[in-house]
């Protein structure tokens, strides 16, 4: 019963076996949910066709910071216009990457990011946060704004994760919690609590022990399950259980029986 919270889909990287791997393979393998999420204004459009095509795919649309530069006038009002769709359950993926900074100046990033906030909270939908060596601007603008949603690929320090938690927001995890010296993925994932915590791949990035290097796809999920399972004692069916759970009462997404 695996539910992967963040993944990418339409990237290129699932050109050659894109069908076969989402209308068969993953189905295969235990994957009942996926939030597809966009992150150029071109893969807007390319999220909701996933969405109409597969049953158990759902959709995030919004501007990535690293995609924020060069949008057209329209853009807000052109992710507006796809959150009507009964299959777009979130804004996002959205954030600040300073990582990426020579990609879109700061102050572009939180000017993008702010305007969907004020989007999803105007829509009374959660967001999905990007957050990569921006984490004190990124917490002073959650407390300003307090939109419910989730912090994927979460890479603070456990006490960011608590704070991140008490202002009401889930923590993702993916398959950084299996690579080597991953001190602070670790920690995280033993501390979150059992109602916060999702699970992720960031497919085709982010790809868990022992498959780095490789493509990252949803069937490699349980993986991840197994680490996050080692480190706060239960079994990975439990961890899939409680993360599934999480996500359908975040995302509003109801999963087969």
Known sequence: MI?????HYD???????RDELLSSVLPQKGVVAVINMAADYESLKKTVAL???YDYIYGAVGIHPECANDLPDNWL???????????????????????WEDECPREKQKEVLIAQLELAKKHDLPVVIHDREAHGDMMDILRKYKPKGVVHCFSGSAELAQETVKLGMYIGLGGAVTFKNARRPI???????????????????????????????????????????QVRGMTPEQVLRMTRENAERLFGVVCPA
Not at 3 to 7: E, K, L, N, T
Not at 11 to 17: G, H, L, R, V
């Open 77 to 99: 009002s052109d992710v507006e216009a796809l959150l009507s769709h009964p299959k777009i359950v979130a804004v996002g993926e959205i954030g600040l990457d300073y990582h």
């Open 11 to 17: 990237s290129e990287q699932f050109d050659i076996d």
């Open 3 to 7: 539910f992967d919270s963040h993944a």
């Open 187 to 229: 920690e995280v994932a033993a501390w979150v609590p059992e109602d916060r915590l999702l699970i992720e791949t960031d497919a085709p990035y982010m790809t868990p022990a022992p498959f780095r290097g490789k493509r990252n796809s949803s069937a490699l999920i349980p993986y991840t399950a197994e680490k996050i399972a």
């Open 51 to 53: 969405c109409e095509k």
